[in-house]
């Protein structure tokens, strides 16, 4: 039986790499941190930490719905090897997007709130993801509990994959501009050795 700790920590490395790839959120904790100060940034940090509780909750009742039909699984197995090759092509292809944020005198709360519920691709992303580590026995959502310190371990994740950026951001804007389309090109890589690895699994 997965235990609680093997729950929650699964949750935050997963969500934490899932972080790490530059977006939306993280582009703008950089621009948050470097125009307002790190309390600023914190607080937009937790914003989008209970979107994304929220958001992974709602993704994994229906991973489990989805798992409590075992005849699905083989689709929803091949609906993950695509979504993966997708991922690859999409970070391969993709154009730099570090562009000076446009913030009007907002809270960074408020600010992280509505992006983070902008952020729709959070369905996708956790229903495929849960939907993997369920079937390697790494998540257990069998008992509610379970379930609360997966996605409390996802938020915490959040927070973990975004506070880098905002204290180091005067470094990383520099960097960033210089060689982000390098960095999508290795995080495509990886999506796509993920997909094949996947497919592997799948055939075999």
Not at 66 to 83: G, K, N
């Amino acid at each position: 039986m997965t235990s609680l700790p093997l729950n929650f920590f699964t949750g935050l490395i997963v969500s934490f790499l899932g972080t790490l790839p530059l977006g939306v959120l993280n582009i703008t904790i950089m621009d948050v941190s470097v125009k307002k100060g790190m309390n600023s940034a914190l607080r937009f940090a937790l914003a989008c930490a209970l979107v994304e509780f929220v958001y992974s909750y709602i993704s994994v009742q229906l991973t489990k719905s989805i798992a409590e039909f075992p005849a699905l699984r083989p689709v929803t197995e091949l609906i993950a090897t695509i979504t993966l090759l997708g991922m690859g092509i999409y970070y391969i292809r993709k154009q730099n997007s570090l562009t000076a944020s446009k913030q009007k005198t907002v809270s960074s709360f408020y600010l992280g709130t509505v992006l983070s519920i902008l952020n729709v691709v959070a369905f996708p992303f956790w229903i495929l993801y849960t939907t993997l580590l369920l079937g390697k026995g790494l998540v257990g959502l069998s008992q509610h509990s379970l379930i609360i310190i997966y996605v409390t371990g996802i938020s915490v994740g959040t927070i973990a994959g975004l506070l880098p950026f905002a204290y180091a951001s005067r470094f990383l804007t520099r960097i960033v501009a210089v060689h982000q389309h390098r960095m999508d090109r290795a995080i495509g890589l990886l999506f796509i050795f993920l997909c094949a690895c996947q497919f592997i699994s799948l055939i075999v």
